[in-house]
């Protein structure tokens, strides 16, 4: 099986397992914490379009396991983030960075912000190393090993 393929199947695994825990992810830190992750995620490689911003805040909207919260407040949380990666790279990273590390307190909260990453990282067909060592970095704020999910 080729690796795009593992993949694939690896992160419609994760959405299953999301669908499945949704009922126990309503938090306000689950929220931020995946809104801040997608923000990342999307400005990976140190910026972000609109065009990108767009497309990310479509799969927001339309993703299963976010469906607790009011889609328009989930974009705004997403675009409020991913302005201020984009104002400052370097410093937007720090601050978004902790909005993630406050989902540490619930390991299964914390797991799912894991997961909501890399869901939206593969969602274009490609979990490219930038994606890859942001998410990785966001599992060491939230005090999980990379290795628990092939990063």
């Known amino acids: 099986m080729a690796l795009w393929d593992r993949f694939k199947q690896s992160a419609q695994s994760m959405q ?5 825990k949704k009922n126990d992810l309503k938090s306000g830190a689950f929220r931020d914490a995946s809104m801040a992750i997608c923000a990342l995620v999307a400005a990976a490689d140190g910026s972000i379009d609109s065009a990108e911003q767009q497309k990310v805040a479509q799969l927001i909207g339309s993703n299963e396991v976010l469906q607790n919260f009011d889609k328009d407040d989930l974009q705004r ?3 409020a983030y991913a302005n201020q990666l984009a104002s400052d790279y370097q410093l937007g990273k720090v601050q978004v960075m902790q909005e993630v590390a406050k989902a540490k307190k619930k390991p299964d909260e914390a797991r799912a912000v894991i997961q ?3 869901v939206i990282g ?3 067909g490609n979990f490219d190393p930038q994606e ?3 998410v990785r970095e966001a599992c060491f704020a939230l005090g999980i ?3 628990e999910f092939d990063l």
Do not use: N
Not at 16 to 20: D, G
């Open 16 to 20: 299953t397992q999301l669908v499945a």
């Open 77 to 79: 949380r997403f675009y």
């Open 116 to 118: 909501i990453g890399i």
């Open 122 to 124: 593969g969602a274009d």
């Open 132 to 134: 890859r060592a942001v």
């Open 145 to 147: 090993q990379p290795t």
